[in-house]
Every structure is written in C-alpha cells, then in structure tokens.
C-alpha cells in the first residue's frame, strides 16, 4: 500500500489538499512508510549479504564495516535479515489488507444491493466470525492448513473481513438508497453494473482507509503468528521470527537481533496508524 | 433485564452450537487422517490400525461422530488428547488458573492504567498530556510479544528483580511470575484505552454543560467528576471491553514468550503437534468466554447509561 494508492481518492472526495489532512505528522509517516518500502525493494543493492547464508564462526558479532548492525546466532547478517525481513512483513500485511477489503467490500456490497434476506444472511455469518476472536481463528485456520505465510495470511483475511464488511455494509447501503443508485436501476441496469461501476466507486475512500489502519494490525498479527512459530517458517527472513529466535540469544545477553527486529515493527506500524488515523480521522484502535 | 440477558445466553448458546459444529468439521477437513497423527508416523499393522480406529470412533460416518463429541462436550467429557492419551478435561483444567490470574491481572493494569492516565491527561492538559499522547501512540504499536521479550531482557535478565519462568504458585508467588506477563499483555490495550479516554475526556471538557456548570460557580472538583468523568466513560467503557474480550486469545502469545502453562500455550503447541481433540476443546472454550465477557460489558454498558434500551432490535 503506497501513499499514491491513498491520495487518488482522499482528494476526490474532499476537494482538500492531502497534505493539510496529513498534517506534518502524517507526511514524515508518509515519508518512513516510503522510506521502508524502498529498502525492501532495493534489498539486493543495499547489502551484499544473503538473508539465509551465515557463518558460525561470525555468530554474535557486534556492528562492523563488514556486518554494519553485526551478526546472529548462526553468523548471519542481521541488516540483511531486516531488509529482506520487510519484504516478508510488508507483502504479509499487503495481502491480508487486499483480501480482506475485496472480500468486505463483496459482502457489502451484495448486501446492500439484495436487502431484506440476503442482508440478515450476511449480517448473521459476520456474527459467527466476530464470536471468535482474531487471533483463534487464524490459529484455528494453522491448525487445519499448516504452518506457512500463505496460509497465515488467508486466515487473517478471513479473520479482518467482518470488521471491514460491517463498516463497508453501512456506507453501501446509505448510497444504495441515493438517487443516482436508483436512476440507474430504473434504467434496466444490473445489479452487478450499477455495484461495481456505481458504487464501488463512491466507498473506495472507506475501503482505503480501512486498509491504512488494518495494515498495522495486519502486521502485528502476522509477526505474532510467526512469533508462535505458526507462519512464516526458518530459515525466510521476517521481522516477527527474528523476534523469536532472537528470544535465546536475548537470555544469553545478545540483545540486538530481537531488539533490531522488534523496533522496525514498532515504527512501520506506528506510521501506518498515523496514517490510517489521519485518513479517516478516527482514533487509534477505531477499527473495532 | 432478566428478558435481555436470557435472551442474549439463548443467543450465545446458538453461537456456541454452530461454533463447535465449524470447529469440529474444520478439524474433521483437516489433510491427514487422525489415526495417523495418533500412530505418529511408526508402521503399524493394519490390525492394529482397525482397532485404533475402532477405539476412537473413527469409522462412523461424520454427523455421528460429532454428535457423539457434542453429547460428550455437554456431559463434560472432552475427549483425551490424541498425543498424551490424557483426560482433555482435567488437562484443561490444570491450564486454565495460570490463564485466569494472567488475563484479570492484565485487565486490572489495563483499567487502572489505561483510564487513569487517560483521565487525569484530558483533565490536566500540559505536560503530562503530551507525555501520554505520545507514550501511547508508542505503546500501540508495540506488539505484546516484543513488550514480553524486552521486559523479560531488561527485569529477568539484566536486573533479575522477576523470575524468567514459571508461573508461580500462592498468591505472592503468581504475583511475582505473573506481572511481567500481565503488563506485556497490557500494554498495547492500555495505550488504546489511554487514548480513547483522554478524547472522550477533552471533548466533555469542551462541552456547554461543562461551561455552564463552571460559570455557576460548581467547584471544579465537582464538574469534574460528575460532569465529565460520568459522560466520558461511556465510550471508555466500550473501548476498556473490547480489549478485555481480546485478551481472551491474546494471552497466548504472552504464555508461549515467557513459556507460562496456560490455556493459550496449551493451544499452540496442540496446534503444532495437531493434537486435534485439544485444539477444539480449548476453541470452544475461548469462544465462550469471549461470549460470555462480550454480554458483560453490553449489560455492564446499560447499568451506566440508563438511556440504553436493552432488548431493542439491535441488542
């Protein structure tokens, strides 16, 4: 999620200037997000080093002109680690935000246009997701599908999509009752048109947002559950394992590779709640 | 009252019901037979194999066999465990003080914290505001399992004031091993309720009522507490519910970092080994007291707002 995706339609619908809602806060988040992005996608030209490969005679080394943040437990370069470790956590969240808004935005928007039946089914089927909290039922998922970053990720789609329907279903159904929702159906277009060409439209905002301020839960979850050893797996770089595995090391008095790993995840999801919060004007924690 | 809450139960009970029937199919779809899981990939003879099926059930056709696990789960036998060949039930059992004391521990930080900081920043404004305005915008975005392993670095390990591990026993003793746990666990919460609080409070503040009552010369104590305070928590008490209903899942990663024997670590590591009767045992557990918190703070919100109508279409 790139802040160009957001702007588009932020300025569409206020008319304001996206910088004046970020604020000076919200542009430096703009600008760390961008600036972490980048390095995941320049990974390669930063650093020399390869995630996986170490030497064990190079374990626990401090910060060198060789290793610039040094080495872990198995001699591996832990500045390459980190970068290639973005790539991991930011497609992770990316996906999860993706799934989870398409597939809220379906529910929504197939509620809003049938009403009456379909909308109580609908309404019914969030109810039994949000009786299971977010994290069971993305374990729950692991237990059935298998440990993996794939498999994580669908789950916490799943998991996200009744918070992103329930928000999405109230906007969707406030402009399927205006009048432009209903000259169209009197002109003999389909629901599937007039859906996707005349309403999707005008909740994409609600759809951006709600993506900016999932993105950071999104991230928490995926590390938490690659923490608990249920998602990405050894030897794939990813910020959340290198907490864990940094866990042993920590106890023996090297700090640094849970530390390191720990703050990037502390940073990036504080920029994309500014960013999220900024977007939709909501507090933090607004998505429950 | 009585009509909401039973009729919220009577709705629980129906969640419960189909929950057990999504957990136990998911876990029926799962690839991999269970008997291999319980053979544990040693070559067994196809005797041997027969009777394992036999011994668990596993010839029936589905709706039987979870028919017989629901009749089994009402009666409260919850099966044994497909690794360890013991008693689900009283596995569960010998879990589940650790999680108990670990989660109100963290939900008494959370409420003492969380409001409290909250509070006396929207009141006081200055300093202490901007200190808690950024302490929690920091403090939400540091997952709990980080929070846990820097606690544990920093009190465990460098200044040994807490115990690495264990979960303790007597009051004292899970006092101890329990508070870097708890306030890891805390922590994210604390900073969303912080927060949530310090706006609720400041836009009271700002309120008419609040200027009216003030230029009729009530003390400000009194404004303070009877007219901000009382309307401030009513968002406060939303917000402070929905994060004690979350910590219900989120004590497991808090258990499995500081390697504690609570329900939460039970789960993930049944997860991992697939030991499939547990994994639903403790599921449906979790689901229902998520539930049953859920219908506590809906009630708990109506004590304090009389204008909410319980029983409305919407409860």
Redesign the interface.
Known sequence: MTAQALERPAVRRRGGDLADRLGPLGLAAVAVVALITLAALCAPLITSHDPAIGSVIERYQGPSAEHLLGTDQSGRDLLARLLYGARTSLLGAAVVVLLAGAGGALLALVAAWFGRTVDALVGRVLDLLFAFPNLLLAILAVAVFGTGLGQVTVALAIAYVPYTARVLRSVALRERRLGYVQAAELQGLSGLVVSVRHILPNIAPQILTGAAINFGYAMIDLAALSFLGLGVQPPTADWGLMVSQGKDSLLQGHAQQSVFAGVCIVVAVAAFSVIGERLGGRKAGGRA | MLRFVLRRLGALAA?LL??SF??FS??Y???GTPESFLVQGRTVSPEVLASIRAQYGLDDPFLIRYWNWLGGVLTGDLGESLTTRQDVASLLASRIPTTLWLTLYAAVLIVVFGVLAGALAGLRGGAFDTGVLLG???G???????AA??L??VFS?TLGWFP?FGSGSGFAGRIEHLTLPAVALALPAA??VA??TR?AVVEEREAEHVSVALARGVPWRVVARRHILRNAMLPVTT?VG??I??L???A??VE??FTLDGVGAM??NS??Q?D?AV?QAV?LL??AV??VVNLVIDILYAVIDPRVQLGGESA
């Not at chain 2, 939400?140 to 980080?146: G, K, S």
């Open positions: 969640t189909i929950s999504l957990v998911a876990m779809a799962a690839p929690s915008s920091v939400f975005a540091v997952p709990t399992f980080f392993v820097l544990m670095s390990v690495v900073a969303v927060r949530i706006t917000i929905v994060n209903a979350a219900v899942a989120g497991a990663v499995h970092a789960l993930i997860v991992q697939k499939f994994v599921a979790l689901v998520f539930g």
